[in-house]
């Protein structure tokens, strides 16, 4: 290898929906055929999988320890603010349910979400292929990711996000040099906005699962758990707030690639929250349904969960059935409620999305979908800084609040 070639084994580009194959030297963004996800392929043919997973004891805690299983294939071209590498804590006191709880919490990452894992890799991949003019529709944290991820690398950067976003958010989007366009709706609707406003701009659109590499990113919160409980002891269950799915879809293809090259034999089962106001995911996989409709009337107070159609539903249905997970929902109120108990009883501050897999604990052990024994890990995937838990508690209306 050249000094400065990654190792990477990325091959080439895949559409699983219509088989189409693509080569990964040049910019792609969705299947040209059929319109649906392109995913990363990796040659791991003469892959030593047992001498690298030992070597990584030596490399550094960011996600670019797994280099050899991202699309980055030149050194020179990483994009990082020092991403992964996040906590598991033990949420003690332990419940009286006999399960044991973990919380993966990654509050801490550069921006403040687990969007930084996606945001790193795919503006990474960017440089690489010489994309300099990107955007993204947003909830907020994948906006601030791409800005902050942008002006490390020097492009330019639009965000597009509803109306209605908070202020603190645009003003950091906008201190990291992003131009920031709010529009009406909810990411349905930005999405379409963005998209109609940028043709022919020349601007690389980012959008969830629309281009193949922020699912790369996400690839790395499943190889961390495994890397960090060893793969005899990773969770039985993993709980994820499900927005756009990437999140799901990353994890899954981190525990197949594991499996694959013999790394591990016991894949978590994968859970879908989402908010009773909006829960496309869920009402799919419990009507067992091939694909996720759009949901009407969304609403909720995590601005990440109001995904009323997720692009590639496949994927994301396809990760919670494979590894025989299922979908929960959670109440807006259930959201509030336990913000303030991760706050205060764990010490722990998280977004209103990153509350969601604690407060749907109770209801996965009364459908016995988890039980006494084993170990459930929570993905906090925010930090809880920007919210003010009083805020949202108001705006849940009179009646429903969580202080009585
Ligand atoms: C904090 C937070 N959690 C979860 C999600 C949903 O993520 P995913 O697209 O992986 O479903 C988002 C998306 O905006 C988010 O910002
Ligand atoms: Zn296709």
Known sequence: LATTETGSRLSHLSCRACCTDL????????????????????????????????????????????????PVADDRHLVTLGEGGSPILELTPSSDDGIRLLAKDDGGLPTGSFKARGMAVAVSRCVELGRTDLFVPSAGNAALALAAYGARAHRRVRVYVPDGTLPTLIASCRAYGAEVRTRPGTLREVGAAARTEEQGSGGFDLSTLREPYRVEGKKTMGLEIVDQTGPNGVPDAIVYPTGGGTGLVGMHRAFELLRSVGLLERIPRLYAVQPEGCAPVVRALRDDSPRVDPWADPHTIAPGLLVPAPFASERILEAVRATRGAGVTVSDRAIVESMRRLQREHGLSVSPEAAAPYAAVSELLRTRAVRPGETVLLYLTGTGLPFSIDALDAALGPGDQTRT
């Open 23 to 70: 080569p990964s030297d040049r910019p792609a963004g969705v299947c040209p055929t059929c319109g649906g996800a392109l995913l990363a392929e990796y040659d791991l043919g003469a892959f030593d999988a047992r001498a690298w997973w030992h070597g990584l004891r030596d490399r550094d805690r960011t996600l670019w320890r797994y280099r050899e299983l991202l």
